[in-house]
């Protein structure tokens, strides 16, 4: 039995086939990003499948729980100097692996970040520049649908807050305004329109992100 399943077995009305494809994405759906860490699912293979499945936004969530965010070590570290040798960047950048990556709760997240944002120039994730390199080549249809998935993300994101601020904008324009009352129920009308249209948009955001009614 794989580690997931061993560790939190999905429940049968919810599970996406036994595949470790499917208790990913089962996991990333169904926890926060603050108990995927906790639980220690965002490191080694296991993390690597979950990572896939999340959304920029959230990988940058999980990236704030990283040892880099909370010790703060030198950038350079991560980076081959100019002139650098390479057996000498090797041997630092082992060091840095060891003393930064192998502890980190979200290093796959940290690596999964880098392939999104098509950074391979140092070390993400514990994992090397050609590696990531490699990675982002054999990836690249996986990626490619992920970055498509991010995109609408962020544009859903952007109608939210639009949709927020022209309620903001008609409720502040047209409450406690005098006038004919076929133009205050034409009013009215309007700002519960817009409300209605912020609520969709942030109840499709709710569902889409697995939270329930009560959250």
Not at 183 to 189: C, G, Q
């Amino acid at each position: 039995m794989n580690t997931m399943m061993a560790a939190h077995p999905p429940k049968p009305a919810d599970a996406r086939g036994f595949t470790e494809d499917g208790i990913a994405r089962y996991l990333a759906d169904t926890e926060s990003i603050d108990d995927l860490v906790a639980g220690g699912y965002l490191a080694g293979h296991d993390g690597r499948l979950i990572a896939q499945q999340l959304r920029a936004p959230q990988l940058r969530r999980a990236i704030t729980h990283s040892v880099c965010h909370t010790v703060q070590p030198d950038v350079d570290n991560f980076y081959q100097e100019d002139g650098e040798p390479d057996a000498d960047w090797q041997q630092r950048r082992a060091r840095t692996v060891r003393d930064h990556c192998t502890v980190c709760p979200v290093r796959a997240a940290c690596a999964e970040l880098a392939l999104r944002d098509d950074d391979t120039v140092g070390v993400r994730g514990g994992l090397a520049p050609e590696k990531l390199t490699r990675r982002l080549v054999a990836e690249t249809t996986r990626l490619e649908r992920a970055r498509a998935l991010d995109g609408r993300t962020a544009e859903a994101r952007r109608a939210r807050i639009a949709a927020g601020a022209e309620l903001q904008r008609l409720s502040g324009q047209y409450l406690g305004t005098s006038g004919k009352p076929e133009k205050r129920l034409e009013n009215i009308e309007n700002i519960r329109e817009a409300a209605r249209r912020r609520d969709e948009l942030v109840a499709a955001y709710r569902r889409a992100a697995g939270w329930t009614v009560a959250a």
